[in-house]
């Protein structure tokens, strides 16, 4: 129960446009990129819908956006479907983040990453938030959540049983307990 305020306005009374334009965006966990558009023309979408942009100012904001997520230039003018697991993560946030958000709420990113990607994400979202975009991230890889949170706050059946710096959450007894189980039952 509750309501979820963005900017003070309730925010169920918003539009996704809205929501977006306010400076809000997020990212799916499974692929919502336009499978047949290029990497590039992925981008440069967001950037209109999102920024409400001219063509060729979301033409630049698309470019920054690929180049900030590292996406290979010989690879943003591949069809979306054609890119590697990695890759489409890589075009998800810099679709994301040519909408020049304030807030990037990103939805269980590593899903279906190699440990080696993993990293590559971490650092990934590190560069984001250097930015100067505040990154909220839902997630289960602890190693991804621990390099880059600087807070973290844990749900356990939509109830919070942690939140405070990465360290000491992750020593939390009812951290422990509802990820691990209770001692009893590891043994």
Known sequence: AGEVLLWGQPIHRLKPHQISRAGVVRTFQKDAEFATLSARENVYASAVYCAQIDSAEAREAAEQALDDVSLARERRGKAASDLS???RKQLMIAS???GRPKVLLLDEPAAGLTKPEVSDL???IRTVHER???VVLIEHVLPLLLKVS???MILNHGAIIASGKPDEVVRNP???EAYLGKREARL
Request: no cysteine; proline share 0%; glycine share 6%.
């Open 174 to 176: 009812q951290v422990i």
């Open 85 to 87: 697991v990695f890759e």
């Open 96 to 98: 994301a983040i040519a």
């Open 150 to 152: 600087d807070h973290l």
């Open 132 to 134: 100067g975009i505040t």
């Open 122 to 124: 971490s650092a990934l």
